[in-house]
């Protein structure tokens, strides 16, 4: 593993406990802001600039309050040394999307240049249909759908991991033969159909070249 990968994967291990629920407290919490966030802007309208306002002057009166009434307990008054962004953290998330990105455009290399037709033809047409859904809702609706999904898939998965994986089989299993049936009887019969077709060429050019000698 290199230094790059070992830098951003603190950061992957943090996002795969959200995902899986296994750091509870931080995966409700995402939870309830992406719904919240979602149901303000597109059931109430509400302008993201006015939320993120609205936010700030809760987060400023809160510190207000809390920082007269250590004043006014004797106790000391919150300190915010600790709250800073540091030069790793900033590293690993440049790491982390950088990353991304190279392994997006793997992919599409993968499918596009080293992969079987259906691969191919799987990858276009999942990406047609996540054209379909992009078009028919926002993209604040479809990355609230995705958080949701991220955030139970695979919790469902963990927990049925074994039926759904028996069930994969015989999916395959049935993908493999359909995929055998349409090679047999499609691709086979149109190479054969256009061998033929050229045999027939070559005979009558042999043909017409007989006649004219």
């Known amino acids: 593993m290199s230094s790059a990968e070992k830098r951003s994967q603190p950061i992957l291990d943090s996002g795969r406990d959200i995902l899986l629920w296994r ?32 936010v700030g002057m809760a987060v400023v009166t809160s510190l207000f309050l809390w920082g007269n009434m250590c004043r006014l ?20 998330m ?27 033809a799987g990858g276009v047409a999942g990406l047609w249909i996540m ?17 949701m999904v ?3 898939v695979p919790v469902i998965y963990m927990t049925y991991e074994d039926k759904i994986k028996r069930y994969g089989e015989r999916v395959k299993a049935q993908c493999r033969k359909l995929v055998e049936v349409v090679d047999e009887k ?20 042999m043909e017409k070249e007989k006649k004219v000698e």
């Open 73 to 92: 307990l004797g106790k000391e008054p919150p300190r915010i040394s600790g709250l800073k962004i540091t030069d790793q953290s900033t590293t690993e």
């Open 23 to 54: 750091r509870k407290k931080m995966s409700v919490t995402v939870f309830f802001i992406a719904t919240v966030t979602w149901v303000l802007m597109e059931v109430y309208k509400f302008n993201f600039i006015t939320i993120l306002c609205w």
């Open 131 to 147: 054209s379909r859904v992009g078009s028919c809702m926002d993209l604040l609706t479809l990355v609230y759908l995705g958080i």
């Open 94 to 120: 440049t790491i982390l999307f950088r990353e991304s990105i190279e392994e997006a455009v793997r992919w599409m290399f993968r499918v596009g240049a080293d992969s079987e037709w259906y691969v191919f």
């Open 186 to 205: 499609v691709f086979k019969n149109v190479k054969n159909k256009l061998f033929k077709q050229e045999e027939n060429g070559n005979k009558e050019a």
């Open 150 to 152: 991220s955030m139970t």
